[in-house]
């Protein structure tokens, strides 16, 4: 019963993921990273095979001793007795593994026992040891690449490195969008839809300071006909944006994008004369629309309908 | 023979640590499945500053690693070193007081931590006087052991035994070292060593209590109680050598990984990487050799429950092992840091290594010291499915939650914006998870239950041998290298030999690294502007630990573009050269708080610690109303100025005289400041929250473009 609203929610949960995971991907040592944790997990897998294939192997060679001393016949395998060892099986015992069948242990039993427990003398697994010398000469490589001269970059030059690309990919996301709103141009929406999308964002991102209908609590009441910082969509826009940390409003500018902080703008200013219960008692001047300015709609998209008038200040 | 001497085994104390570990055990995951609900319903802390996350959390570490896992190795160690060395153990006065000074610091522990008494450095939570009380508690383990090696029986000491000696001398290193702090009163001290030195020395700690307290003593015990469990000799005694050798060499260098992208210097970092990859061969000649020696016998692990609990467990301790590798990885540890990805990874060793190799070994134990058959096999195979399902539940939500996590953190927007700006969307996805990972814990904790039942009904039916009859032939004369022998054996010959290369060897990686962190002054560049904390900001510091925010809340913004993005400027060594101790954490279940200082009014951390979800609707953390209330404690002030003035923070000389003054200025201040938005409570100047407030806004600020709010 816990699951299935978990499964539902658990596909939400991921749905965030493949467009990061895309701009995880973007970096050659990434590539790297997964190739060895994909190449470490098929070792895994592969250690996991060899434990289960010897295993195996002996128990049924036990079964089979175990019905010879029942007396039923065996075909004995004589190929085991015959012969060195052919090009394949030299090579495997040398790189891959070596191991004595449990009925030959006892060739290879360590004669002391520590309290009824014996030791075989078995060779390493030559995977294993393998492995090992691997993981030293990567070791190697990985500090000459990074310090003893490779030329591998810092972590600091790595974030530089980061940013900049970051810097020019969103310079041409930007460039030609209706997105690049800003408060030399922003205009006021009055599309439901959009301003539906504008409330969600002051529930969750202004509401905790100035209360979920806008009466203000530690933040301004933004229902009154009182601004701190100027009324009217491009102020409230640009208050948005840079914030003002001196009084604690922080700006938004990294956390919402252009057109996010438009349909936030707008939604509050719908908020005016709702008159929610506990208001905070105004502060700021009386904001008046100012008709007499030319409206400046640069951005006009079929859902911006009416340009606010520019502010005198 | 005629030289045949008679003695017995002390079984007693074997069950003593046996029933203490289980009994430990039971209360650890207790609190560790209050815990997972209090991150669903965070108003289970029922109100009680004693009960809130941050004070619970240290509880359950300390609690299943120290109380489960510790008495778990004693009981190992007790019952396999007697009868390895065919010897009684050296004093039974010496075991006594081990057992009971070791049930004393739990208790101690289990009192103090949720009192808010800790020095919040991770596993190494409890204050001083407890410290040093675990000191002597080591001693007379070791006393205990090293006194049994000597009057030994056996010639050679098996390997299980050479595991022993390296885990003693290495948790005594570390415990030392970890421990040197100063003491302000009895209740508190500070750490010698401050900010990045001190990061480093915590994670090398902490990084090798996991592989000196939690693995190498169940390596040894897994290389007594597999073999006698399946009755196979073990596979490969050269593989044994060089694994042993290689793992406490190479384990003691891989701490830094806990410090990826960290202001560390990059080269210590990287030595952290290295070391860590070269860790997966030795770690794996542990789990070949055990699951090797059951060639041959895995028909027996079918119906063996004991053989069974004990595959698993090694099975376990191989992902772990191989998983933890992966995670040193510099572009892993970008997504994996700071996540229940490293959640789910040390569940992994704690449920599936520790916990069932604990109950395997608990399982084949209790009959024989009862003299008696489990009391039901088919409650045994139900603990076994319980747990395994358990683990599964557990792990795989928290994998998930951790990618969950991570790639919402990173996720930008084509125009270059965070696409979860808020942290609190990154937080409310994961409920669905934890929910299921509470259920994974559940279903771990109800088959401990049934465990511990079937063992109490085992005992029941049973009649207790206290004092095992044996008998043995004295110990030869010790002789040097016998031509054809293995070089080894000399060594084996030779325990305090091999105490004094282990010591060597796990020494070396720690002073290459620790060293010139701490004696070379270029390591952490020096920043002008960064100057002590005042006293105010020093209590709300305080204030801080004491409330335990550092399990939730890192003080660390890496140089990625998303962290920067997020909360600003990512950290600098010389930021930190004043914490003492570092708090950095090491779990963002919140968001980072090193640029804290100037983002929100004061009146926003005065309602957000009243009632977080004011402030951010649907937030997991608990409320703080206590600090609202709580009168601020200065009388221990001047102490505490002395003590950091002794370890190196240029407070003038005298200042403690002036300290209460100015801790009066800015706490009217940060008063006013609440007064002008609206917070008018009376004598508001007086109280813990403005310590706090003065703390959170001081934090990261000292590198900051002025732009403070609560100024």
């Known amino acids: 019963m816990l699951i299935v609203p978990g499964g539902a929610l658990l596909a939400q949960a991921t749905a965030a993921t493949p467009a990061a995971a895309a701009q995880q991907a973007d970096s050659l040592p990434q590539y790297m990273t997964w190739a060895l944790i994909v190449g470490g997990a098929l070792v895994f897998i592969a250690a996991m095979f060899y434990v289960i294939k010897v295993n195996q192997f002996l128990y049924k060679r036990i079964v089979q001793m175990e019905a010879a001393k029942a007396g039923v016949a065996l075909p004995e395998d004589a190929a085991n007795a015959l012969g060195g060892d052919s090009f394949w099986t030299t090579m495997r015992k040398k790189y891959w593994e070596d191991v004595v069948p449990v009925e030959r242990e006892k060739d290879i039993m360590l004669h002391h026992d520590y309290d009824g427990i014996y030791e075989l003398d078995n060779s390493m697994p030559p995977w294993w040891l393998n492995m090992f010398y691997i993981t030293i000469i990567w070791a190697v490589g990985y500090m000459f690449y990074y310090h003893w001269g490779g030329g591998g970059p810092s972590s600091e030059e790595e974030y530089k490195n980061k940013v900049e690309r970051a810097k020019k990919e969103m310079a041409v996301a930007l460039a030609g969008q209706a997105n690049a709103v800003d408060e030399s141009n922003v205009t006021a929406l009055t599309d439901a839809g959009m301003l539906g999308e504008g409330e969600l964002i002051f529930k969750n991102s202004c509401a905790a300071c100035h209360g979920q209908g806008g009466e203000g609590t530690v933040g301004p009441n933004l229902t009154d006909d009182y601004w701190i910082h100027g009324g009217g969509i491009k102020n409230v826009f640009k208050t948005i944006k840079y914030g003002v940390p001196e009084k604690g409003m922080i700006a938004w500018s990294s956390q919402l994008n252009p057109s996010d902080m438009q349909k936030v703008a707008s939604y509050i200013l719908t908020l005016h004369g709702t008159n929610p219960p506990n208001p905070k008692a105004p502060q700021g001047d009386i904001w008046k629309e100012e008709g007499a300015a030319a409206p400046q709609d640069t951005t006009v998209t079929d859902t911006v309908k009416t340009a606010e008038p520019a502010p005198t200040k | ?711």
């Open chain 2, 1 to 711: 023979m005629s030289n045949v001497q008679q003695f017995q085994y002390d079984n007693k104390i074997v069950r003593a640590f046996g029933v203490a570990s289980f009994t430990w055990g039971l209360v650890g995951m207790l609190v560790g499945f209050i815990l997972t609900l209090q991150l669903i319903w965070p108003e289970l802390n029922l109100g009680l500053p004693i009960t809130t996350f941050g004070r619970l959390r240290p509880l359950h570490t300390n609690a299943v690693i120290f109380a489960f896992v510790g008495n778990g190795i004693f009981m190992g160690v007790y019952y396999s070193l007697q009868r390895l060395l065919k010897a009684r153990m050296f004093n039974d006065t010496l075991s006594w007081l081990h057992f009971w000074l070791w049930q004393i610091v739990i208790l101690c522990a289990a009192l103090t931590l949720p009192a808010g008494i800790t020095t919040s450095l991770e596993y190494a939570e409890l204050e001083w006087p407890i410290d040093l009380l675990i000191t002597v508690t080591w001693v007379v383990f070791g006393l205990n052991m090293f006194g049994t090696i000597v009057k030994r029986r056996e010639q050679h000491l098996y390997v299980a035994i050479w595991f022993y000696i390296a885990t003693w001398v290495t948790v005594a290193v570390l415990h030392i070292v970890r421990s040197f702090e100063l003491p302000v009163s009895l209740f508190k001290s500070y750490s010698v060593f401050s900010g990045v030195q001190d990061a480093l020395v915590q994670w090398w700690y902490g990084h090798n209590a996991v592989a000196f307290f939690l693995t190498t003593p169940y390596l040894g015990m897994m290389y007594y109680f597999l073999p006698k469990a399946a009755n196979r000799p073990v596979f490969s005694y050269k593989l044994s050598i060089v694994h042993f050798w290689a793992l406490i060499f190479i384990y003691i260098w891989a701490g830094p990984h806990h410090l990826l992208y960290s202001s560390l210097p990059d080269w210590v970092q990287s030595l952290g990487t290295v070391f860590s990859i070269m860790l997966i061969a030795p770690s794996w000649g542990g789990m070949l050799n055990g699951l090797l020696t059951l060639r041959g016998a895995w028909d027996r692990v079918r119906q063996d429950p004991v053989l069974k609990f004990m595959v698993v467990a090694v099975t376990a301790y191989g992902m772990a092992t191989f998983e933890g590798p992966m995670l040193s990885i510099k572009s892993v540890n970008a997504i994996s840091h700071f996540t229940d990805w490293t959640i789910a990874h040390v569940h992994v060793g704690a449920l599936g290594w520790n916990g069932f190799l604990t109950f395997g070994v608990l399982y084949w134990l209790w009959p024989r010291l009862y003299r008696t058959n489990l009391y039901s096999t088919n409650l045994a195979n139900i603990h076994f499915w319980l747990g395994t399902l358990g683990i599964i539940f557990y792990a795989v939500p928290m994998y998930w939650s951790g990618w969950t996590q991570a790639m919402m953190w990173k996720e930008f927007t084509p125009e270059g914006t965070l696409k979860w700006g808020n942290f609190l969307d990154t937080v409310l996805q994961l409920r669905p998870l934890y929910i299921m990972r509470s259920l994974g814990g559940l279903l771990f904790f109800v088959g401990t239950i049934i465990g511990v039942y079937n063992l109490v009904k085992t005992a029941g039916q049973g009649s207790f041998l206290a004092q095992e009859d044996a008998e043995a032939t004295p110990r030869p004369a010790p002789h040097g290298r016998v031509a054809g022998e293995y070089w080894h054996k000399l060594i084996e010959r030779r325990p305090f030999a091999m105490l004094f290369w282990a010591t060597i060897l796990i020494s070396i990686g720690g002073l290459i690294q620790i060293l010139p962190m701490v004696f070379i002054d270029s390591q952490v560049p020096k920043i002008s502007t960064v100057k002590p904390y005042t006293p105010l900001e020093l209590v709300g510091r305080d204030l801080y630990i004491r409330e335990g925010c550092v399990n939730c809340h890192s003080q660390l913004v890496r140089p990625f573009r998303d962290e920067t993005e997020r909360y600003g400027e990512y950290s600098k060594s010389g930021e930190y050269v004043y914490d003492y101790p570092f708090l950095w954490g090491s779990k963002r279940t919140g968001p980072d708080l090193h640029r804290e200082g100037g983002r929100y009014p004061d009146s926003w951390h005065y309602n957000h610690m009243l009632d977080p979800r004011t402030m951010s609707p649907g937030s997991i953390m608990p409320p703080y109303p206590w600090l609202l209330d709580n009168k601020m404690k200065t009388d221990d002030l001047a102490g505490k100025i002395g003590a950091l003035r002794k370890l190196g923070v240029p407070y003038p000389k005298g200042y403690e005289k002036d300290a209460p003054a100015e801790l009066q200025v800015q706490a009217q201040k940060i008063a006013k400041n609440l007064a002008d938005q609206g917070i008018k409570d009376q004598g508001v100047e007086d109280k813990e929250i403005v310590a706090l407030i003065a703390y959170l806004q001081r934090l990261g600020t000292d590198i900051k473009v002025k732009n403070q709010a609560g100024q």
